[in-house]
Each structure stands twice: as structure tokens, then as C-alpha cells.
Nanobody, 128 residues
Framework: EVQLVESGGGSVQPGGSLRLSCAASGYIYPNCMGWFRQAPGKVREGVAGIYTANVDTFYTDSVKGRFTISQDNAKRTLYLQMNSLKPEDTALYFC??????????????????????WGQGTQVTVSS
């Protein structure tokens, strides 16, 4: 089992920045992790993913150049640095994790939101 706990959400003005953290606990650190978000009345969407074994990263188009996913294996923590935030980034952000066979499989898992473990979410609100 893997437990995921997100933190770092909050309210920020457009153009501002936030850094989300996801602390993972469990016997083995997952090798495929991602950030997802869900706004009221909308479906959950993938934001960014990472294959931790070789640090391959992938992003949804709307956040490329603004968001950066990273990890600290020693701390067993996943991060999402969010810059140039927009009102449309407002959502509940979730961390997700699983074990998978390689980077290409991790990207497929991310595209399908096919993860075994999910956190409870942290709210991000962008408004003036």
C-alpha cells in the first residue's frame, strides 16, 4: 500500500505561483506518479506526470512552460511548481501513484488516469 498526502494549495492572484507537495509513504516508492486536477462540474484531467526511474516528465498542453513536476526520492516527495497561474487553473489538485513497466507505460497510465493510489487533494484557487 502507498499513502499519499498533498499540501501546498491555497489562494493566489493571477500570475502568481504555488508549489504543491505530495508525500508518499509505504514499503516501496512508486515509479510512476502524477498530478491531476478537477474543477467543479468538470472531469478530472491529468496535469503532469513523471516516471521516477529516469525522470521522464510529461505535461498536458495547457500547463507546458508554466508548471514543473519534480521529485525528491530521499524525501519520498513529489512536487508541482506552478507559475503564471491563471483563473482556469482553479481546481482541486490530486497526487496519484502506481507501479508500472516503463516510461511509455507510465505515459499511457497518465493519459488514462490509470493509477492505483490517490491522495485526498489540495485546493488551488486563482482569482483577483
Amino acid at each position: 500500500e502507498v499513502q499519499l498526502v498533498e499540501s501546498g494549495g491555497g489562494s493566489v492572484q493571477p500570475g502568481g505561483s504555488l508549489r504543491l507537495s505530495c508525500a508518499a509513504s509505504g514499503y516501496i516508492y512508486p515509479n510512476c506518479m502524477g498530478w491531476f486536477r478537477q474543477a467543479p462540474g468538470k472531469v478530472r484531467e491529468g496535469v503532469a506526470g513523471i516516471y521516477t526511474a529516469n525522470v521522464d516528465t510529461f505535461y498536458t498542453d495547457s500547463v507546458k512552460g508554466r508548471f514543473t513536476i519534480s521529485q525528491d526520492n530521499a524525501k519520498r516527495t513529489l512536487y508541482l511548481q506552478m507559475n503564471s497561474l491563471k483563473p482556469e487553473d482553479t481546481a482541486l489538485y490530486f497526487c496519484a501513484a502506481r507501479y508500472t513497466s516503463g516510461s511509455s507505460w507510465c505515459q499511457r497510465n497518465f493519459a488514462g488516469a490509470d493509477f492505483n493510489y490517490w491522495g485526498q487533494g489540495t485546493q488551488v484557487t486563482v482569482s483577483s
